[in-house]
Every structure is written in structure tokens, then in C-alpha cells.
């Protein structure tokens, strides 16, 4: 994914609402919860496969207008709630589109299985040696 955080803020939009939580008399006249939408079937970032993916994968997210939505209320000033949103959704992407490498099937080598058939062994002898001293 070549997608930058500016690329991202050019195809977000924010709802802005007043936030609870601290910051004094602050909390009461400013609107500092941001609330971030972004629309990914409207997008020029992905291709269509990728936007099928995000869309499966974010379906949670979505809102009832099919907008994917991240909530920030953590600052007290909503300049940075803004890039903090973004950053949420920064992730949230990558994330959805992160693809782990196949792995590829291989066998034991000798040694591991002669190192294990060894241990089964000590294991043995340590289990008879017990049963032994158990029967006297």
C-alpha cells in the first residue's frame, strides 16, 4: 500500500461536536471531538480490489451512509483529534489490506527428528526407572 497520511486528508471529511471528558470550562465552548468519514467506494486510492477487501474487512465501520467512521476525542484541541483520526484510519487500512506471506510447507531434517526420537527415549527409560522403584 503506497498511501500517505496526506493522501488520506484530501479524501476525508470531519464532524466536528463538543467532547466530554477533561479539560475544565474548555469542554463546554469548544468543539473538540472529531468524528472522521471516509468513503472508500468513492475513492481514487485503491483499486477495486482493494476497496472489496477494505469493505469486507471494515464492515463493522461503517456507518448507515456506507462511510467508514473514526471517532477521536482524546485531545484537547481538535486541530490534533484530527491527526489523530487519521492516524486510526492510517492503520485501520493497513491493516485490512495487510496480506501475510504464504508459507511454504517443509519437513523436519534428520537431525531435528533424531534429536526428537532421543528425547522420547530419555523419557522412556526415565518413566520405566519410576515404575520400577514404584513396584517395591
Known sequence: M????????????????????????????VST?????????????FTEEDKRVLAGKLQSRFNREGLVQVMSEEERSQYLNKEKAVEKLYLLLTRALY?????????????????????KKINSVKKTARRKNFDD
Not at 33 to 45: C, P, Q, T
Open 99 to 119: 496480506k501475510p506471506k504464504a508459507r511454504k510447507a517443509t519437513r523436519p531434517s534428520r537431525a531435528v527428528k533424531e534429536a526428537r526420537l532421543e528425547s
Open 2 to 29: 503506497n498511501i500517505t497520511k496526506a493522501d488520506l486528508k484530501k479524501e476525508v471529511s470531519y464532524k466536528t461536536s463538543r467532547s466530554g471528558g477533561k479539560g475544565g470550562q474548555n469542554v463546554n465552548k
Open 33 to 45: 471531538k472529531v468524528e472522521l468519514l471516509f468513503d472508500i467506494a468513492a475513492s481514487l486510492l
